[in-house]
């Protein structure tokens, strides 16, 4: 069983910056943020398998975001920069104790523990 609890969401003007911060109990071997606006499917923004540090971004943010994982807090990061209105949404960690295909590293199906969402507002 893996616990996952988010934090740092709030409010923010476009253009700012936010962290969020996922703190996991029990062994993780993949974790991930997923994003999901009012009336939109949940989508992966992020992933990273935390032993080796290799992340993957998707392409409609990896220039603003950056993923990060403490290994003595056992604690996700997501580093969000000049934020947009379009990054309105709850923001999800989700987190997996083995291995997945690629194509399900941003896909919700490839992951079991999700933690309960923060909100993050951006005001134009």
């Known amino acids: 069983e893996v616990l996952l609890v988010e934090s740092g969401g709030g409010s923010v003007q476009a253009g700012g910056s936010l962290r969020l911060s996922c703190a996991a109990s029990g062994y993780t071997y993949r974790m991930a943020w997923f994003r999901q606006a009012p009336g939109a499917e949940r989508e992966g923004v992020a992933s990273?398998?935390?032993?080796?540090?290799?992340?993957i971004y998707a392409a409609s943010v990896k220039d603003r975001i950056t993923i990060s994982h403490d290994n003595t807090k056992a604690t996700l990061y997501l580093q969000m920069n000049s934020l947009k209105p379009e990054d309105t949404a709850v923001y999800y960690c989700?987190?997996?104790?083995?291995?997945?295909?690629?194509?399900?590293?941003?896909?919700?199906?490839?992951?079991?523990?999700w933690g309960q969402g923060t909100q993050v507002t951006v005001s134009s």
């Open positions: 989700a987190a997996d104790t083995a291995p997945v295909a690629s194509r399900l590293l941003l896909d919700r199906a490839g992951y079991h523990y």
């Open positions: 990273m398998y935390v032993h080796t540090g290799k992340a």
